[in-house]
């Protein structure tokens, strides 16, 4: 069974330009998360879609930072402008549910923002 | 405080050792409880679910105490392959089923 793919794997930006993750679930499941994991630190919530739907942004930062899963199945996270903070790794994951189910993680996306 | 909280370590243990690592949590009607496992510069993976029995696999045990709102997780018979960090992980039960990361624990087991 395929994992959950995420792209690109690493990207270096300057601050203030824009950037786009992709990430591709696994097939058949319906919840999809987007972590950033500064290094040091667990993981942590961006968002939460089921399906198609926002379930969780309360941690998204909302003037810099958008999400969206457009059918829903794949999704993209942006970062628009970029500041140093957000160098990071960034995280997708999915679960076949949303109650006390396994999260699988994808390899993940190394931002740097000089 | 924080809503999970784990000794970030590192904890320099011998090969064959026994250790264990504890992991604090806030909210009391938290129900789900995981570890997971993190390898550098990896992505986390489920080492195991933690029930209200405990739970066992092999040389870890994982085990929750609901009065004191912690949960334990221990390793016996360390291997070098066991070096990683270890995510405590917990659900916040708002009816967003939001799961919270601890900070992690390095193990590090020496030959």
């Known amino acids: 069974e395929a994992g959950v793919a995420q792209s690109p794997r690493y990207k270096i930006i300057e601050k203030r330009q824009s950037v786009a993750f992709w990430c591709n679930p696994i097939s058949g499941h319906a919840t999809l998360y987007w972590y950033q994991q500064i290094l040091g630190q667990g993981p942590k919530l961006l968002i939460q879609f089921q399906n198609n739907g926002v379930v969780d942004d309360s941690q998204l930062p909302k003037d810099r930072f958008s999400a969206e899963r457009l059918k829903g199945v794949d999704s993209t996270l942006k970062i628009q402008p970029a500041k140093l903070e957000d160098s990071a790794v960034y995280l997708c994951?999915?679960?076949?549910?949303?109650?006390?189910?396994?999260?699988?993680f994808g390899p993940g996306t190394r931002l740097l923002v000089l | 405080r924080k809503e999970v909280e784990q000794d970030p370590g590192p904890f320099n243990v011998p090969e064959g050792a026994t250790v264990a690592f504890n992991c604090t949590y806030s909210n009391s009607a938290s129900q789900s409880f995981f570890w997971y496992r993190q390898d550098c510069r990896k992505e986390p993976k489920l080492l195991m679910s933690?029930?209200?029995s405990g739970n066992e696999d092999g040389r870890f045990t994982a085990q929750l105490n609901r009065a004191s709102q912690y949960i334990s997780l221990l390793i016996r018979d360390s291997k070098l392959s066991d070096s990683a960090t270890y995510l405590c992980?917990?659900?916040?039960?708002?009816?967003?089923?939001?799961?919270?990361f601890g900070t992690g624990t390095r193990l590090k087991v020496l030959a």
């Open positions: 992980v917990v659900n916040s039960p708002s009816g967003t089923y939001k799961y919270i």
């Open positions: 933690v029930y209200s």
């Open positions: 994951a999915s679960s076949l549910g949303r109650t006390a189910e396994t999260q699988y």
